[in-house]
């Protein structure tokens, strides 16, 4: 096809990809071309426009590294991760709810026996987390992979600190009667990293970068499907406001607040601590 203008350079596109063999890439690439040249007309995008885009996610996959994944920061906030969570996760209204990965997961972090302390010397007040996990009809799950991770009082997660010493983190199991429990720091709201294009288009958008205090759990068993949540802190200021949009009403927690004393693990505790107790049930494979 010669003579392409902007009327015509959509179907001429399309045209180049009919011979696609994948079904569902065809599909989804198709629609990607359709809807990004919609835009463009739209909004009559102007050259300096499109090569400031271009900037910008280049930009954004040169911020990416074995610690920071910069891409999934932009989805996050274009809520584009959330929409995708609620697409694919919808559940019954007994399963508790899923919400955004984010960027800060490790695969395998340490394992740790039921009422260790996830926090290895993360700064915070103490957390005792006592945590069910159940499936739809009520019955326990032993055996549960439960993996923990969360940031410290400082709002900062261990990827985000030099070296490579892991903190607040950990996989547990629950026992026979789908338990477990343990010890970590009490969660903080927190500012996602605004020192990439994520932050410098928060700011352009005068969007605020900041998280509502959670703690993160994916809960695996064999016959279940995977839960990916946080647990959000009941009364932060930013759960009408998350900068990710994952927030849920059924995944707010109540961190209770205690003055000195003993500890549900029976410790004597010289400052603050809090306590959390959540149930997570799990939805069955294929629904």
Known sequence: MRN???HTITAAVLERMAGCENARLKEVMSALVRHLHDFAREVKLTEAEWAAGIEFLTAT????DAQRQEFILLSDTLGLSM????MNHAKSPQATEATVFGPFHVANAPQLPLGGDISAGAVGEPLFVQAMVRGRDGEPIADAVVDVWEADAEGFYDVQRPGDHLQGRAVLRTNAEGRLWFRGVAPVAYPI????????MLRATRRHPWRPAHVHFMVQAPGYETLITHVFREGDPYLD??????????????????????APDGSVQDGPFHTLDFAFVLEPSGG
């Open 83 to 86: 929409l995708t969570v609620a």
């Open 193 to 200: 990293p605004t020192d990439g294009p994520v932050g410098a």
């Open 4 to 6: 392409i203008d902007e």
């Open 61 to 64: 996959g040169q911020k990416c």
């Open 241 to 262: 406001s998350d900068a990710v949009f994952g927030v849920r009403s059924s995944l707010i927690g109540n961190f209770a607040a205690h003055a000195p004393g003993r």
